[in-house]
């Protein structure tokens, strides 16, 4: 074990502030029990107050948690939700007495946790927009899963629910690698250690020591128990997404969960929330294909399932031309350039989830635990719908585009091939980033031309309550 070490100036354990928060049991403890408290009490709120006068359930679960707090912190600090989750705080305590057996090959899958996710959660709330929106539906669901995942910390060692059922474990393990952090530890002092403090404290069985010879943290979630167990441990600032940069151990679920996100929520949202607004929504594909089947009242689903099938179309042909240009197996061109597409949703999400925050996100929070902690506070929103700078989040999705096209160049680097081989797969595996790029100003085209359906519209009504939410 090291006693003390002489820290870089980029390792954020040396900044006066953060490095004694981070490293301070007592205070990590304290957050997470108060996180802990407030998931609970909103879950018991949700069933004691189910009607819509209940603001403070959602409040928490889609204003703080999702979205605002995962959205801000995955391409900045990484996976620190994770490390204050309720689900894997209390997880650690349950697993250690609990029968510490290990998880079947089939369910150490970690498309079971995105395909809960995607289908589970963005399938229902396109198809049924009001099953998810309730107090009472929201309480269900976080119930539900806490039930789902003791269980399993019940039954499984090594936090197996964190890393394959969980439905955000994957995602927060696939965009944690934009953040312009990483932890690992300072090797030269680890070569004459024989105690392994780090890898003893932690509860997902890592090794902290092999994680900068990996280039990856593997399923590490911030909880600093290896930094708070030895000082060999650095949790460093980097360039953003600087791991992308150079070759690690690549996951095709990683991948995957790029292009599935992209499709289940911006690309969703533009068309069941976006172009569904127009006056010429009856027009679009998703509208005639619901109406064709007599199931216009579902519109929102088919909407979903058209976002999802073009995504995953642009994305896998592209890469796929990308392939045979290179002469390389399909495989391996997927599981190295996929992981460009990572700041298309990230970036994009961030931008929408300021502008929430600022015009509605932040009167219902303020709002919800004054109403659940007994207080009389009134609120008006930071800004309005119109103000003009709020356009500049807008800005947010043209620099995840950007972003993209600039890890596809560095990604491409770590495949053989010729310079002129390069520039025609780098054309073809940036198929979907000229799709995403094509719908936003196709977006912008028909609002601008045909304009948005009156206020009173129902279907417009609908689909900005869905939007809310």
């Known amino acids: 074990m090291v006693e003390f070490i002489k820290r870089d100036k980029n390792d954020i354990f040396n900044k006066p502030l953060l490095g004694f928060l981070l490293k301070n049991r007592k205070f990590l403890m304290s957050l997470r029990v108060v996180v802990s408290a407030l998931f609970f009490y909103g879950i018991y709120y949700g069933f004691a107050h189910p009607g819509k006068e209940n603001l403070f359930t959602g409040a928490l679960f889609w204003g703080i948690f999702w979205a ?7 391409p900045s600090f990484g996976r620190i939700f994770c490390g204050i989750c309720p689900h894997g705080f209390l997880g650690k305590y349950i697993t250690k007495y609990g029968l510490q057996k290990t998880m079947p090959k089939w369910m150490q899958n970690r498309y079971i946790g995105i395909t809960l996710l995607v289908i589970g959660w963005w399938g229902i709330y396109y198809t049924f927009p009001s ?61 004459d250690c024989r105690t392994f403090e780090c890898a003893s404290a932690c509860s997902y069985n890592l090794k902290p020591f092999s994680f900068a010879k990996k280039n990856q943290a593997d399923d590490c979630t911030l909880c600093m128990d290896c930094a708070t167990s030895c000082e060999a441990v650095k949790f460093t600032l980097t360039k953003p997404s600087e791991q992308l940069f150079s070759r690690f151990k690549t996951l095709n679920a990683e991948v995957w969960t790029y292009i599935l996100i992209l499709g289940a929520i911006p690309i969703s949202m533009s068309f069941a929330h976006g172009l569904n607004r127009t006056k010429i929504a009856d027009s ?17 689903g088919f909407a979903f399932a058209y976002a999802i099938f073009f995504t995953i179309f642009f994305s896998v042909l592209g890469l796929f031309l990308a392939s045979k ?33 600022f015009t509605s996100d932040y009167q219902e929070i303020v709002g919800g635990f004054a109403q659940a902690f007994g207080l009389v506070v009134e609120v008006e929103p930071l800004a309005h719908r119109g103000d003009s700078w709020l356009s500049y989040f807008g800005v947010l999705k043209w620099i995840g585009v950007l972003w993209a096209f600039i890890l596809i ?27 995403f790029i094509g719908l936003n100003f196709y977006s912008g085209y028909v609002f601008k031309t045909y304009g948005a ?17």
Request: proline share 2%; aromatic share 20%.
């Open 68 to 74: 605002l707090f995962m959205v801000a912190t995955l």
């Open 131 to 191: 099953f998810w929106k309730s107090p009472l539906t929201t309480a269900l669901l976080f119930y539900g899963v806490t039930l789902l995942a003791f269980t399993f910390y019940i039954i499984y060692k090594d936090m197996s629910y964190c890393k394959y059922i969980c439905p955000i474990g994957t995602l927060t393990r696939a965009y944690d690698k934009l953040s312009f952090t990483k932890l690992e530890t300072y090797t030269d002092s680890c070569k």
């Open 284 to 300: 679009m594909i998703w509208n005639q294909t619901a109406n064709y089947f007599g199931m216009s009242e579902y519109a929102g």
């Open 325 to 357: 240009v290179l002469k390389k197996e399909y495989t391996l061109t997927f599981a190295t350039l996929g992981y460009a597409y990572a700041p298309l949703f990230i970036l994009g999400s961030l931008g929408h989830t300021l502008g929430s925050f």
């Open 409 to 435: 160049y560095k990604r491409m680097k770590l495949i053989e091939a010729s310079k002129v081989r390069k520039v025609f797969a780098y054309f073809f595996s940036s198929f979907l980033l000229f799709f």
């Open 453 to 469: 359906k009156e206020r009173g519209d129902s279907m417009h009504k609908s689909a900005m309550g869905a939007l809310k939410k």
